[in-house]
């Protein structure tokens, strides 16, 4: 045996020098030159008021990267088929490990996707029926609600010793999808009222459907089909004219020299419109669709998407129906009851992903509950399933505020587990603005000291206890605690929920005050959004912000997303004599030679595809003829970049003034974007960002109740006093306000609380308190009474 020296052992080996991240110049989106180094295997948190570049730094640089060299391991084959990234524009990147990113982009909202599907609990569970179900039906497809069940014969020509033949062949596949509804759970009826006015005759405009003109395609092809005669009014159409009309399949016709297909008008509606998830159309789509449509529980299958073949088949009397309909909790324990040899290690990896969604606190959900329900927090901790038993270490995992959608009660149980990932020797990167995460960090990293073009830089390097003794916005305002009120306001009146029984809720009566500020808390799974979501009363005027995701393309800005441009391009156009669309990128206006994109693109396959600027408009998007048009002294390209500040100034008062641009422009600044310029891409701008950019264009919509979903994720501190401002002003212009929400500051802030609980899924469902802030403090009766006491600093 060789023994060794003292200078060896203490002598640090190569391999251990790569202990940082290293990070030098990143310029992507507005960093400026950041220069930072992350030491691995610790918990670093990135915090900043939102917009100051924390997602570009920690996601668009150091993530993207890490993908993009993982990526390029593989074969140019290969790449082929991988989402091609770019290399971030960033000096030097070194020290990278292999990234898992556990964002917070909802899951895909595919009516047939639900929890079960979208982890693996599902599959497991198919596999676990098909060998231990009786009566025994077939494989693991057979209790598959996507897979249908077919059968079919015929002959194949088959060559034996040189000589062709002829053979009947059959084959059969036993699927588990439920023929009715084809595995969707519901059936929908139309509402023919809705599709077309019946006094009126199709060249009259009868039809009522977006999109469906009698100026365009479907004039010409209704026209010329010849089924039936496009001038007289529907009423008096035949019983087989009003099924071609309606019913009639996919047929080819020929009009005016072109091969066409016509279609009846209820299969083209649902191939279109009813086959995507409601959520994911354009707005005037969904609300045709919400109007003409009524979604009922399928009949046959009662929901559960599955046949009678795959619901007759049982373990100890439960169907795979029975169990993906069970609360997860709850599957856990009949999963650990069944002692079968022959499947032990299917038992074992179903148990611990059961496990795993009870101890990440979505033990309360079910596997049959529809992926695009989830909120953003859900659908975050449902991704990160699949790493907690992960034997994976030296992997940099990257968290998009997973403390979204907890209640201060479950934050510590998230906080757990961050710490567990980073024990096992990982590195934890994560972006976060609550000072319960930030408070457990290693290591943190501060951007700012603004938003957009005012932030970008590193103010701040180091521990927590440094951040909190430092000079920066998030150091001052890291121990901020807001104080009860002295006097709360006094309602104005009730809206009223009786007998609500959406998901988990038992029942629940509740008068909900009017004309003050209600906030509505429990914790994560106890009925908040089944509440005010699916139980008010229609008719209540309520208009509703939630946090579903805003649908833009690279095209899209905040100006074309509010309707901002409207009255801008109404205003040039009268100034100069000219037609509005003159001043659209997207229409006359747009630069011949990038469309009006402003940069051209050039795909480069398996590469990265290069965005050079366009020579001939120089990234301006619009025709030089059109930049010659001045309105208040400046062209619209000028208009377009001004920050949303300078606009509300210009468009103000003197020549340039315009109110009805004023007046977005004043409610944008009102919920804390006036640093946004005009024309930023919305593809560019952060979760808070787009949340503030949707509640502003709710703004001026007519109704008198306004229910927002966690208006504070995505919040700086610094930016949630903003937030309350703003709902105190929105309360005394004489709106009622309803916030679900998490945070003390508004639970303090708030005139009325109602607490849902006590716990989640069949364990909550119940109203566990009503009353104002003061009276749930002193009760200290509930998980939320506890902490807000906590928060507030009221000692027992």
């Not at 070194?94 to 990113?101: K, P, R, S």
């Not at 710490?419 to 934890?428: A, S, Y």
Request: proline share 4%.
């Amino acid at each position: 045996m060789s023994t060794r020296t003292d200078t060896q052992s203490s002598a640090l080996h190569v391999a251990d020098s790569h202990d940082l991240i290293r990070v030098h110049g990143a310029r992507e989106n507005n960093l400026k030159d950041v220069h930072v180094e992350i030491p691995k295997r610790r918990l670093t948190v990135f915090t900043g008021v939102s917009g100051s570049g924390k997602s570009s730094l920690v996601f668009s640089t150091i993530a993207a990267e890490s993908q993009r060299l993982i990526n390029e391991t593989y074969s140019a084959f290969v790449q082929g088929f991988m989402p091609t990234l770019a290399r971030p524009d960033v000096d030097v990147l070194d020290g990278l490990t292999t990234a898992i990113i556990v964002d917070q982009q909802r899951m895909g909202a595919d009516p047939r996707s639900t929890v079960g599907t979208a982890t693996d609990a599902n599959a497991m569970l198919r596999i676990l029926f098909s060998r231990l179900g009786t009566p025994h039906i077939g494989s693991a497809q057979a209790f598959s609600f996507n897979v249908a069940s077919i059968s079919g014969a015929g002959a194949v020509t088959v060559e034996r010793a040189g000589q062709k033949m002829k053979e009947r062949r059959a084959f059969s596949v036993t699927g588990g999808m439920c023929p009715r509804c084809e595995g969707r759970g519901s059936v929908n009826d139309i509402d023919l009222t809705q599709l077309y006015d019946d006094s009126k005759s199709l060249n009259g405009g009868a039809l009522t459907i977006p999109g469906y003109s009698m100026d365009g395609w479907y004039g010409r092809i209704f026209s010329g089909c010849g089924f039936f005669d496009p001038d007289k009014p529907i009423r008096e159409f035949t019983k087989k004219e009003l099924n071609d009309l309606l019913h009639k399949e996919p047929t080819k016709i020929k009009v005016d020299g072109i091969n066409l297909t016509y279609e009846g008008l209820i299969p083209k509606i649902q191939k279109s419109m009813l086959s995507k998830d409601v959520d994911s159309l354009q707005s005037h789509i969904r609300a045709f669709v919400e109007r003409a449509v009524t979604f009922t529980i399928c009949p046959e299958c009662d929901g559960t998407r599955l046949n009678e073949g795959a619901r007759s088949s049982k373990i100890n009397g439960i169907s795979i129906a029975d169990a993906c309909a069970m609360q997860i909790s709850d599957l856990a324990k009949w999963v650990r009851g069944l002692d079968e040899p022959s499947v032990a290690p299917l038992l074992t990896t179903l148990q611990q992903v059961l496990d795993s969604f009870v101890e990440i606190g979505l033990g309360y959900l079910s596997l049959a509950r529809p992926s695009g329900t989830l909120s953003g927090g859900e659908a975050q901790r449902v991704k990160m399933i699949r790493h907690l038993g992960s034997s994976l270490t030296d992997v940099t995992y990257v968290f998009d505020e997973p403390t979204t959608g907890l209640h201060p009660h479950d934050i510590q149980r998230m906080n757990d587990l961050l710490l567990r990932l980073r024990d096992k020797g990982n590195t934890v990167l994560v972006v976060e603005h609550k000072p319960e995460t930030i408070a457990i960090a290693d290591h943190v990293v501060d951007l700012g000291p603004g938003a957009g073009t005012a932030g970008g830089t590193v103010c701040f390097e180091g521990t927590v206890e440094g951040l909190r003794a430092g000079d920066t916005i998030t150091g001052r305002h890291l121990d901020d605690r807001a104080a009860l009120k002295d006097t709360v306001r006094t309602p104005t009146g009730t809206l009223e929920i009786r007998g609500a029984t959406a998901n988990n809720l038992r029942d629940v009566d509740v008068d909900i005050p009017l004309g003050v500020l209600v906030v509505v808390t429990g914790v994560a799974g106890s009925g908040k959004s089944s509440l005010m979501h699916g139980s008010v009363p229609a008719g209540a005027g309520v208009v509703s912000v939630d946090q579903g995701a805003i649908r833009g393309s690279r095209r899209s800005n905040p100006a074309t997303y509010t309707g901002l441009l409207d009255p801008i391009r109404k205003a040039f156009a009268k100034a100069n004599g000219v037609k509005p669309a003159l001043f659209s990128a997207n229409s006359e206006g747009a630069c011949p030679t990038c469309n009006g994109a402003g940069v051209i693109y050039t795909d480069l396959a398996m590469m990265a595809g290069v965005a050079t600027t366009c020579e001939e408009c120089e990234g301006k998007r619009f025709q030089a003829s059109v930049l010659d048009y001045h309105f208040g002294g400046r062209d619209i390209s000028e208009v377009l970049a001004m920050s949303v500040t300078e606009a509300e100034e210009f468009f103000r008062a003197g020549e340039a003034r315009t109110p009805a641009a004023h007046a977005i422009l004043h409610r944008l600044a009102d919920v804390g974007l006036g640093y946004l310029s005009l024309g930023q891409p919305l593809t560019t701008l952060s979760g808070g960002e787009r949340q503030r950019l949707k509640l502003a264009t709710h703004l001026s919509e007519k109704g008198g109740v306004y229910v927002l979903d966690e208006p504070t994720t995505g919040l700086h501190l610094a930016d949630v006093e903003q937030l309350l401002g703003l709902l105190d002003r929105l309360v005394e212009s004489g709106k009622s306000v309803i916030v679900i929400e998490h945070h003390q500051a508004v639970m303090a802030h708030a005139d009325w609380i109602i607490d849902l609980g006590p716990g989640a899924g069949h364990d909550g469902g119940r109203i566990v308190f009503e009353g104002t802030p003061a009276d749930l403090v002193a009760a200290r009766s509930t998980l939320t009474g506890e902490h807000l006491a906590a928060y507030v600093g009221i000692d027992r």
